[in-house]
């Protein structure tokens, strides 16, 4: 069992950083990829980043590239998301998530969720 908590968000203006954590109980976290996604009010949720189980692979969605990055330390058990250039359209929920590496990249299926932190990007 992996429990996730995301902080980190806040509102921001348009422009602007912020960085969001997601710290994970349980000794099994280095053995997870860790996803990011959001979801906007009336939209559904989407990926966002996920980073694997030992850092060395990242893969983010169009929309963030090059402006978020995801990173992870294993030794605190927790996740990153650095979030650059921010605008209003990244206003969300924001939930980390943790899911196995079967082989497959990126990873689509994850087991566990964070209950989520807002973001709001005022412009």
């Known amino acids: 069992q992996v429990q996730l908590v995301e902080s980190g968000g806040g509102l921001v203006q348009a422009g602007g950083s912020l960085r969001l954590s997601c710290a994970a109980s349980g000794r099994t976290f280095s053995s997870y990829a860790m996803g990011w996604f959001r979801q906007a009010p009336g939209k559904e949720r989407e990926f966002v980043a996920v980073?694997?189980?030992?850092?060395?692979?990242?893969y983010y969605a169009d929309s963030v590239k090059d402006r978020f990055t995801a990173s992870r330390d294993n030794a605190k058990n927790t996740v990153y998301l650095q979030m650059m250039s921010l605008k209003p359209d990244d206003t969300a929920v924001y939930y980390c998530?943790?899911?196995?590496?079967?082989?497959?990249?990126?990873?689509?299926?994850?087991?566990?969720w964070g209950q989520g932190t807002q973001v709001t990007v005022s412009s």
């Open positions: 980073i694997s189980r030992r850092a060395g692979l990242t």
């Open positions: 998530a943790g899911g196995m590496e079967v082989g497959e990249w990126p990873v689509k299926e994850y087991s566990y």
